[in-house]
């Protein structure tokens, strides 16, 4: 499985979004390859992806970005909370 979290540049949002989805899925006892993109290069960086993380403020933008692809937008809220971004993926994949 391959996850990509978007955040603007790429640089500081997107890396804590990856190491709290990375935490979220060992407590899912799930593995998963995630990466870090910013937004435009999400369209490359998630092209075999299956879950592509994002803020609701960027969500709409990196739809556009993607345009039509298997991956879903899934939104966060809160970055830090890994709590959310468990219950993100685990809705998410079922």
Known sequence: MRIVAVCGAGIGTSAIL?????RALERLGL?????ASDLSGVKAAAGDAQIILTSTELAAAVREAVGRSWAEVVEVTNYFDVAEISRALEKSLG
């Open 31 to 35: 593995s998963a390859d995630v990466t």
């Open 18 to 22: 990856k190491v709290n989805a990375e």
